[in-house]
């Protein structure tokens, strides 16, 4: 019932305190993104965990250039990148992603799925990219979440099951 108390509450963080995760709130995380379920069990993501005060996410956030902090200020980013050969690769990385984005709801904590630098991370100057954030050899940038305390709310979005649901 827990689980589906943080599936319905979640919604995404668009503003943080300046406050920091705690050790045990950022492994909390971690792990929960690491207990994801990968196809074949082939364990392909990689997790970077990175300080929202990293001069490597400024630099990213200069070159997305959007005129507002693209991780709304939020004390950790963390970084899933996966092997690039793997097809179900993006797949995993969802479900870890949202693993995360609920342990986050959990532990009373905000977040936000960021899917906007993909572009960049795995563009022209991928390589680059790769090295600053420390994604291994034959991995690419697959998701990012930001996670901190909330200065903001947002109710959850809304859906339509009439029209995204099919019963036979
Ligand atoms: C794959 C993916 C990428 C996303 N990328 C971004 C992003 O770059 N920036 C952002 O502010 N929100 C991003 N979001 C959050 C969505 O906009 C958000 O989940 C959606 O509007 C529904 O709102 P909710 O999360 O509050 O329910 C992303 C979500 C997903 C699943």
Redesign the pocket.
């Known amino acids: 019932m827990e689980v589906l108390k943080a599936i319905e509450s979640?919604?995404?963080?668009?503003g943080y305190t300046a406050e920091k995760l705690t050790e045990e709130e950022q492994n909390i995380l971690i792990t929960a993104g690491l207990q994801a379920p990968t196809a074949t069990n082939r364990q392909e993501l990689h997790i970077t965990v990175v300080p929202g005060d990293a001069p490597e996410l400024k630099e990213l956030d200069e070159a997305l250039g959007r005129g507002v902090c693209?991780y709304?200020g939020a004390p950790t980013v963390l970084i899933l990148s996966g092997e690039e050969a793997f097809s179900w690769t993006p797949v995993d990385a969802?479900i870890a992603?949202?693993n995360i984005?609920l342990a986050a709801e959990a532990l009373g904590l905000g977040s936000?799925?960021?899917?906007?630098?993909?572009g960049l991370m795995r563009g022209p100057e991928k390589e680059k990219w790769n090295r600053r954030f420390r994604i291994p050899e034959g991995y690419a940038f697959e998701?990012?979440i930001a996670v901190g305390h909330k200065a903001t709310e947002?109710?959850?979005?809304s859906y339509s099951a009439e029209k995204q649901v099919t019963y036979l």
């Open positions: 979640r919604s995404s963080t668009r693209f709304y969802g992603v949202e984005a936000v799925i960021l899917g906007c630098v993909k998701i990012a947002k109710a959850p979005h």
